[in-house]
C-alpha cells in the first residue's frame, strides 16, 4: 500500500512539475471566488440581464482558463494572459472581483501560468566548460570590439 502511494506521488510530483500547476490552481481559485460571490437566485439573474450573467461568465471563464493550461501546457500564454484580463474584468462586472480577492487571486494566477517555463534536463559538467567557454570567448571579442571602438 505505501509503495502505491510512493508511486501515485511520484507520479503527481512529475506531473505537476511539467505544467503551470499552480498559476492553474491560483486562477481557478479566483475564478470560484468571482463565481461564488455572484451567486444569487435565477429569478434574480433573469430580471437583471447581462449584468447579472455577466459573473457567472467571468467566473466561469476563469476557471476554464485555470484548467486549459494544466490539460495544456502549450497553451499557457493564451490562456493566462486572457485568465489574468477576465480577472480585471471581474472587477466591474463582479462585486469588485469577489470584492478584490478572486480578482487578485486570478492576476497572481495569470501571470504565474504566462511565466511558467518548462523544467530544463541538467547540465552535464562537460556542457558546462563547453559554455564557459564559448562565453568567455564572446567576453574577450566585446573586450576588443570595444577598445578597437574606442581607437577609433
Same mark, same amino acid.
Request: hydrophobic fraction near 45%; charged fraction near 15%.
Given at each position: 500500500m505505501l509503495s502505491r502511494l510512493r508511486s501515485a506521488y511520484g507520479w503527481f510530483r512529475a506531473f505537476?512539475? @511539467?505544467? /503551470?500547476? +499552480?498559476? &492553474?490552481? +491560483?486562477? !481557478? =481559485? &479566483?475564478? +470560484? @471566488?468571482?463565481?461564488?460571490? %455572484?451567486? %444569487?437566485s435565477l429569478q434574480l439573474? !433573469? #430580471? @437583471?440581464?447581462?449584468g447579472?450573467?455577466?459573473?457567472y461568465l467571468v467566473g466561469g471563464g476563469m476557471i476554464l482558463c485555470g484548467l486549459i493550461p494544466i490539460a495544456l501546457p502549450g497553451q499557457r500564454y493564451t490562456f493566462g494572459l486572457l485568465g489574468a484580463v477576465l480577472a480585471v474584468v471581474s472587477l466591474v462586472? %463582479?462585486?469588485l472581483g469577489g470584492f478584490l480577492v478572486g480578482m487578485a487571486l486570478g492576476v497572481l494566477g495569470g #501571470?504565474? @501560468? !504566462?511565466? +511558467?517555463?518548462?523544467?530544463? /534536463?541538467r547540465r552535464t559538467a562537460a556542457d558546462r566548460t563547453a559554455a564557459d567557454r564559448v562565453a568567455a570567448d564572446r567576453a574577450v571579442s566585446d573586450r576588443v570590439a570595444a577598445d578597437l =571602438? !574606442?581607437? =577609433?
Open positions: 505537476r512539475r @511539467t505544467r /503551470p500547476f +499552480w498559476g &492553474g490552481v +491560483w486562477l !481557478v =481559485a &479566483g475564478g +470560484w @471566488t468571482v463565481l461564488k460571490f %455572484s451567486l %444569487s439573474i !433573469v #430580471s @437583471t440581464g447581462f447579472g450573467v455577466a459573473g462586472v %463582479s462585486n #501571470s504565474m @501560468t !504566462v511565466g +511558467w517555463g518548462a523544467k530544463r /534536463p =571602438a !574606442v581607437e =577609433a
